[in-house]
């Protein structure tokens, strides 16, 4: 099967989704990103750049952090260029799993969390971007004098989303016992 025959079934599965198909996951997603951006205004307006706050001493701060970069502050220094870049791949990866979201079943679970999951952290992200032109960032967890690069509620989702979907790619779904 060429490209242009996988392109024309998956438009031909598009125009006819699965009923009831997964979109209703998308609630989940709207309540991660509510959570990803509440969390940040509250880092935002109680929170001084850069200055740590204890919450468990030797493992948790809370620090407020601009991220310019993608995941780990990737191509932080790039110059600017990466925040339409980042911007735009957030845009495709979203409507894409979106799209997903259509095609799959809605009791299909192991693909649906993961997907929703990844379009929240997504989505929570690219509204950071395009609002201040960087993700804020305020999760800092370390040991020692070793920190992890700090995170928020948008990078947890889409770890965890990434995560399940590898894990459940290693073991199928067992099929629901027949009725009878």
Request: charged share 15%; hydrophobic share 55%; proline share 6%.
């Amino acid at each position: 099967m060429g490209l242009r025959d996988s392109m024309a079934a998956v438009l031909r599965d598009l125009r006819s989704p699965p009923r009831p198909n997964a979109t209703t996951w998308l609630w989940l997603s709207l309540v991660l990103v509510v959570a990803d951006q509440a969390t940040k205004w509250l880092a935002v307006t109680h929170l001084e750049y850069l200055r740590p706050v204890p919450v468990i001493e030797g493992f948790w701060n809370w620090t407020l952090v601009h991220n310019y970069g993608a995941a780990f502050s990737f191509l932080s220094d790039a110059g600017g260029w990466q925040k339409w870049f980042f911007a735009g791949l957030a845009t495709l990866v979203s409507v894409v799993m979106a799209l997903w979201l259509r095609l799959t079943p809605r009791a299909d679970w192991r693909n649906a969390l993961p997907l929703a999951l990844v379009i929240a952290g997504a989505i929570g992200n690219l509204i950071d971007r395009v609002r201040y032109g960087y993700v804020v960032d305020f999760i800092d967890w370390y040991v020692g004098k070793h920190h992890w690069p700090a995170f928020n509620v948008a990078d947890s989702a889409i770890v965890a989303g990434a995560v399940l979907l590898v894990l459940f790619s290693f073991k199928p779904a067992t099929p629901a016992p027949k009725a009878g």
